[in-house]
């Protein structure tokens, strides 16, 4: 319940921020495999825990500082009305009781389908749990869906998370749609469903790691 609570309050609070929509999310998504990107690297950040990590977003969208400690940077678009489009940089330490263990060992603690199951918020339902790599490096790639009322207001929200284990830390990259729903918007319609995930796979499919290229 806590869970679900703490994602209530965020997706209210950027769909009430957020109020005049531009783009629609078949628009961003055209866009950037167009090339309308730009890339943002965490080189110098202080939330960074040292890493250096490469990714694309939307030109559309715009990039925030992360107020909560290893949130290292929020992208998000320029609008609203009802609908809010996301993505959310975090870097955390791997906790302290796995520090004994291998990478590999680490990983496959980490990234369990059936223990990240458990992590997501109440009435999440998976789509996808596949363990992947990001740039080389172990991790998972998660999309599921998440539908939630409260106060008379209905929510529903698209949920995409690149998370990969890298030099001691885990890295979580998550894109979120969500949208309020009304009675002319009752549910995501597949033409939405379908440009956010192609979208989100984009996203993290420009995850790079440059200093696994630099020559020792």
């Excluded at 998370?161 to 998550?174: E, K, M, N």
């Excluded at 894109?175 to 979208?199: C, E």
């Amino acid at each position: 319940m806590f869970k679900n609570r703490l994602l209530l309050i965020f997706i209210i609070t950027i769909l009430s921020t957020e109020l005049f929509a531009q783009t629609s999310i078949q628009d961003d998504f055209k866009s950037f495999m167009g090339g309308s990107k730009i890339k943002f690297s965490t080189v110098g950040h202080p939330k960074a825990q040292g890493l250096n990590i490469q990714i694309d977003y939307p030109k559309s969208w715009i990039k925030k500082e992360g107020e909560r400690p290893h949130i290292v940077q929020k992208f998000s678009s320029s609008g609203g009305g009802g609908i809010a489009k996301v993505a959310v940089l975090n870097i955390t330490p791997i906790p302290s009781d796995l520090k004994g263990f291998s990478d590999k060992e680490i990983a496959e603690n980490l990234f369990d389908p059936k223990l990240i199951e458990g992590q997501l918020p109440e009435k999440s339902k998976i789509v996808a749990a596949k363990p992947t790599k990001y740039d080389g490096e172990p991790g998972i790639f998660l999309y599921y869906v998440l539908q939630m009322s409260n106060a008379g207001l209905n929510f529903a929200s698209l949920m995409v998370s690149h998370r990969f284990l890298y030099q001691r830390a885990t890295v979580d990259f998550t894109i979120t749609y969500a949208i309020l729903l009304t009675p002319t918007q009752k549910q995501l319609s597949q033409q939405q469903s379908d440009s956010f995930l192609g979208l989100a796979i984009q996203m993290g499919n420009s995850i790079i790691l440059p200093d696994k290229y630099k020559w020792k």
